[in-house]
């Protein structure tokens, strides 16, 4: 293994303290979210004790230090994403949230009946239905670009269904079901050769790998905090500039306007126009918090030490016997998901939660990759930058005895 | 290993996982309904045979966890011989015993059903017991061809 300080990061985490049955906790369940750091906590309990009002609206000396630290959280983001304006950095409730507004704003302005916007069989259902429902709304049509039978995206067919009538295409940075991270660089190119825009959804691939959304030349990239070992309630849409400013409002209320009469309402500039209301301000500045964390770590290293992971992880999971790994793309990011001949993934969910550990099963809020997979779920472990070659072992050790029991 | 988890996965579980009983299409079936949990995809067809209101032949097909499939398996064996009234009494006890609000439930009364009274201890997996029996209830009223548990 790497010079990965793993012992500090670990001691750095509360939760991994915690006895789950009478068992050390381990914890593989990080694609559905993570846990979050000793800073992560006391930030959020310091800024209630210490700083919090609420942000743009007053004179009084705690809502211009709760402003600042929420100003200051969106640059944070913007450094870490390598966005060209702070303007571009939009706050949302998550990556769900985000892909909605991209579909209810710029799809409602700028695509038409007939349209067509470009998906993959890959997606999490947060970037399937969105598209369905705007597809109802005004009559466009939905594609899906295929993938094989290791999970990775066919490029040629995605390249084949870009049309003269494709206005979009959205496309997951990294699978949640499968761990396939997509050659997104390339399929941004080939869109952009048509002047197609794309979204990423970069709920997996952010915590996991170094996100710099100049070199992808993406259109808009969606994250959510929770997965970034910070709180639920906070996500990221960027978007650039331009685009963000031809789009219209979202949603009305408090903080998107600049002026409001009965008789009409003008916008606030970007990124305020799309963020109505009271934001979650807490929840915002300490996703700063997070990210100062990860940026110690280094994006990189935390790549260069999962990366290890995910290969102890597939190789120790080969040796055993009536084991079948659903996704097995060449680039891959630290998530197993599997299935065992004779147990059923909620036989496995359980059982190895009686041992302590966490996994998910079932089918990933991602139903078309198990019809295509032709299984009814999977049981997943998903790596962070905090789990070990030892709960590795657990892990498999534990697969190994249910299997015995299940006979 | 699996010590703590002895209570839920009794060793007729595990027999019927393996083996289940009446996993079979009954072609002349009087009901057909599909019984499906999108939480955890457990998807399954109960076939029941009906002579006036006496259940005289009970069977499934489809897939599911070994806690859903012991429990439809076991379903099956114990309505065959039974009267609508009958099975559908025995539809709420077993709603009871395995949702754990009655915690007097006779567990003898329950027969080998007695063996699912361990998911109470799970409410995770307490849908994964009683969709078979959801869908029976279904077949029984006659008002449905396919239900959902979610």
């Known amino acids: 293994m790497t010079q990965f300080p793993i012992q500090k990061i670990r001691e750095d985490f509360p939760i991994l303290q915690e006895k789950i049955r009478n068992k050390p906790l381990v914890y593989l369940d990080n694609a559905a979210t993570c846990q979050k750091p000793a800073a992560v906590i006391e930030a959020m309990s310091h800024l209630y004790r210490h700083d919090y009002a609420n942000v743009h609206r007053g004179v009084h000396t705690l809502s211009v230090r709760s402003t600042d630290l929420y100003e200051g959280a969106r640059e944070k983001v913007r450094q870490f994403i390598n966005a060209r304006s702070h303007k571009e950095i939009v706050f949302v409730k998550g990556t769900t949230d985000a892909i909605n507004l991209v579909a209810q704003s710029f799809g409602r302005a ?51 269904l870009l049309s ?73 849409l960027y978007g650039k500039q331009e685009l963000l400013e031809s789009m219209p409002p979202y949603q009305g209320g408090g903080d998107m306007i600049r002026k409001v009469t009965f008789e009409e309402t003008e916008y606030n500039d970007l990124p305020y126009k ?51 790994i659903i996704g097995e793309a060449e680039n891959k990011g630290a998530i197993l998901s599997f299935v065992l001949d004779n147990v059923h993934p909620h036989d496995i969910g359980t059982m190895l939660d009686s041992l302590g550990i966490a996994v998910r099963a079932g089918h990933h809020c991602a139903m078309p990759v198990m019809d295509f997979f032709q299984v009814p779920a999977t049981a997943r472990a998903s790596f962070a930058m905090y789990n070990t070659v030892d709960e590795i072992d657990i892990l498999m050790d534990g697969i190994k005895s249910l299997i015995e029991v299940f006979g | ?98 949702t754990g609000k009655d915690e007097d439930v006779q567990l003898e009364a329950m027969g080998k059903l007695a063996v699912l009274a361990g998911v109470r201890e799970y409410p995770a997996r307490v849908k994964c017991a009683t969709l078979a029996w959801h869908t029976l209830d279904a077949a029984l009223k006659n008002q449905e061809t396919s239900i959902s548990t979610e």
């Not at chain 2, 079936?29 to 109960?46: H, I, Q, S």
């Not at chain 2, 006496?54 to 011989?81: R, W, Y």
Request: aromatic share 6%; charged share 25%; net charge negative.
């Open chain 1, 164 to 236: 003269d009538k494709t206005r979009l295409v959205s496309v997951v940075h990294m699978s949640n079901a499968l761990g396939t991270i997509n050659p997104v660089k390339q399929l941004i190119d080939k869109a952009h050769a048509r002047n197609i825009p794309v979204l990423l959804d970069g709920a997996q691939a952010i915590p996991h790998m170094r996100v710099d959304v100049q070199d992808l030349d993406c259109d808009f990239y969606a994250f959510s905090g929770h997965k970034l070992y910070a709180p639920t309630g906070i996500g990221v």
């Open chain 1, 274 to 324: 799309f963020e109505a209301g009271t934001p979650a301000i807490a929840e915002a500045i300490v996703l700063g918090t997070a990210i100062d964390y990860l940026v110690d770590v280094g994006m990189d290293s935390v790549a260069a030490y999962e990366a290890e992971l995910l290969a102890y992880a597939t190789e120790q999971a080969h040796k055993i016997k009536g084991l079948r």
């Open chain 2, 1 to 98: 290993m699996f010590d703590d988890l002895r209570d839920l996965y009794q060793e007729v579980i595990f027999d019927h996982n393996r083996n289940p009983r009446n996993f079979r299409v009954i072609e002349d079936a009087d009901r057909t309904v599909e019984g499906f949990n999108p939480l955890c995809g457990d998807r399954l067809t109960l076939y029941i045979k009906l002579d006036g209101d006496k259940i005289v032949d009970a069977s499934f097909q489809g897939s599911g966890c070994a806690i859903s499939t012991a429990s439809v398996s076991l379903m099956t064996e114990i309505i065959k011989g039974k009267t609508i009234d009958e099975a559908e009494e025995l539809f709420e006890k077993f709603h009871e015993m395995t």
């Open chain 1, 110 to 160: 700028q695509i038409k009946a007939g349209d067509e916007i470009l998906i993959t069989a890959m997606e999490h259902h947060s970037n399937i239905v969105p598209w369905q429902i705007l597809c109802q709304q005004i009559g466009a049509v939905l594609k899906v670009a295929p993938i094989n039978q290791k999970g990775e995206l066919q490029v040629e067919q995605f390249e084949n």
